[in-house]
């Protein structure tokens, strides 16, 4: 009897493991659906995560770790991609946690990269290089070469990101492509049986030539951009096709070839739109495009894509403005405990030095105050009818009359009828920084046109404080010199005049 009760109690044992192990498998075979080389074309993001929030929860009714964290690892990516950082953010907290709980470096080392590009997005550089720092330290610690090798390479492509996007430093394209090469460099030490060796070493290919594009080194990007098209000969469909067709479009401007770079920008549109991710590759496909329209002279499909542009731009700057104080706050709950431990001593430094700070501050803002009215007045002493150094004849004053009246009513015609009049002044901009937006733009014709700080203020419906910050962000993307009047430079830009 004793034996039947001992049998009875091994065989529901061994039926409750392997029910167990059959619901592993299940939820392993969800999940190859939802990772699929082709799932973001074929399904699109709304029902990739719908497939990985079905994963997610099934691991966690099972206690499954592994599928848990796949799940959250694919959703942060997905929300990332469609900017919804907040939700991003929420499934990166929770797989940080699992992952260092369970000691999976790989996982853990992804969702550190995956933060810092959101930082990155909303200017926290410091945060996003120290995250890199922390995943590099995570990724050495992972025992299978290969993964350790695609972990390093995600994590230098993410620094090069930041380093971009960040701005400031002289010779910030070496220092981009610096760390690109290192990138590109763990790619090509992946071992040759591992499937998917030509995409990594492409994406890494892909983005060296962007840098090459950036400095000017045309036949230095075509030559890297041809690398990546035979890496991926077989994959002309793939996601990293949307950029690649944009930097083949900006190409054919700077070439002048502008069907042809239309021609591009409208595969890269036509591919974003088909994977329904990705909306910021999206402003540069119909920035891109607006310039080449710009160059046939057509205005009407300019004007058309600089506002879609300008839709995608606003409707991002309004999504990161509900959220961009709640990140630091977020994260900071994580490391409350300590941070209280320090409270105290930190208390006593910031008290000891703020009387410093705010006389420092006083000083630098009366500074500022005196620079922007000094160089306010003597952009009212420029010619107001953009009469050039070189002679050129004034515009019609009737129609410059026109383009004044529709921007000081904020009238959505006013940058169309602007670039008719004035078409080389937006080409000659981009020629000398692609990085400007169609927003950018804007405020530059609104300079060119002598519009002061506080009338720029009243025309976009925004803050003094916000014009400034825009105008000193135009300075350092078009490497304008603090000591030079950014309104007398504006006026000695081509304008070829119709």
């Known amino acids: 009897m ?30 190859n659906l939802a990772a699929g080389k082709h799932s973001y074309a074929e399904k699109g993001s709304k029902e990739m995560l719908r497939l990985c929030t079905e994963v997610y929860y099934q691991s966690k009714n099972i206690n499954y770790e592994k599928g848990t964290l796949r799940a959250l690892v694919k959703m942060s990516e997905i929300y990332q991609n469609e900017q919804n950082y907040k939700e991003s953010l929420s499934k990166i907290n929770e797989g940080l946690i699992l992952a260092e709980k369970t000691r999976n470096y790989v996982i853990w080392s992804d969702l550190l990269t995956l933060e810092s590009g959101i930082y990155q997005e909303f200017g926290y550089y410091d945060k996003s290089r120290e995250n890199c720092r922390k995943a590099l330290s995570i990724a050495d610690q992972i025992t299978e070469t290969d993964r350790k090798h695609i972990a390093r390479s995600n994590i230098f492509r993410q620094q090069a990101s930041t380093i971009d996007k960040e701005n400031t430093l002289p010779n910030k ?36 030539a962007s840098i090459y594009l950036l400095q000017n080194k045309t036949p230095e990007a075509e030559q890297y951009l041809a690398e990546f098209e035979a890496l991926t000969k077989n994959e002309k469909n793939s996601v990293e096709y949307i950029s690649f067709y944009t930097l083949k479009g900006n190409i054919e401007n700077k070439k002048r070839n502008y069907d042809k770079a239309v021609e591009y920008f409208n595969h890269s549109i036509h591919l ?27 205005y009407k499909n300019q004007a058309f894509y600089l506002t879609k542009a300008k839709k995608i731009t606003d409707s991002l700057a ?75 004849e004034d515009p019609d004053l009737n129609r410059l009359d026109h383009i004044i009246e529709l921007a000081q009513n904020n009238d959505k015609s006013f940058y169309l009828k602007f670039s008719e009049i004035f078409p080389a002044f937006n080409e000659t901009l981009l020629s000398i920084s692609s990085q400007l937006t169609p927003s950018d733009l804007e405020y530059c014709a609104l300079m060119k046109l002598n519009f002061d700080t506080k009338q720029i203020a009243v025309v976009k419906k925004t803050s003094v404080s916000s014009v400034e910050s825009r105008k000193y962000r135009i300075r350092k993307k078009l490497n304008i010199d603090s000591s030079e009047n950014i309104y007398k430079w504006l006026m000695k830009i081509q304008t070829n005049y119709k």
């Open 318 to 392: 309004n999504a990161e403005k509900k959220i961009i104080e709640e990140i630091p706050s977020e994260h900071t709950e994580k490391n409350e405990n300590h941070l209280l431990f320090y409270a105290i001593p930190i208390l006593i430094v910031v008290l000891l030095i703020l009387f410093y700070f705010l006389f420092i501050r006083k000083k630098t803002v009366s500074q500022e105050e005196t620079t922007t009215v000094e160089e306010e007045k003597a952009a009212n002493d420029t010619s107001p009818d953009l009469v050039s150094e070189n002679g050129v």
């Open 173 to 208: 394209y070496d220092s981009v492509k610096f760390y690109y090469g290192k990138a590109y460099a763990e790619s090509k030490a992946l071992s040759d049986t591992f499937p998917q060796k030509n995409k990594y070493i492409a994406k890494n290919v892909k983005n060296i």
């Open 272 to 298: 974003s739109e088909e994977y329904k991710i990705l909306p910021s590759k999206l402003i540069e496909s119909y920035s891109g495009i607006a310039e080449s329209y710009l160059g046939l002279h057509d």
């Open 2 to 31: 004793i034996f039947k009760y001992i049998f009875c109690f091994i065989f529901l044992f061994y039926s409750l493991i392997n029910g167990q192990s059959s619901q592993e498998k299940s939820i392993d075979s969800l999940w």
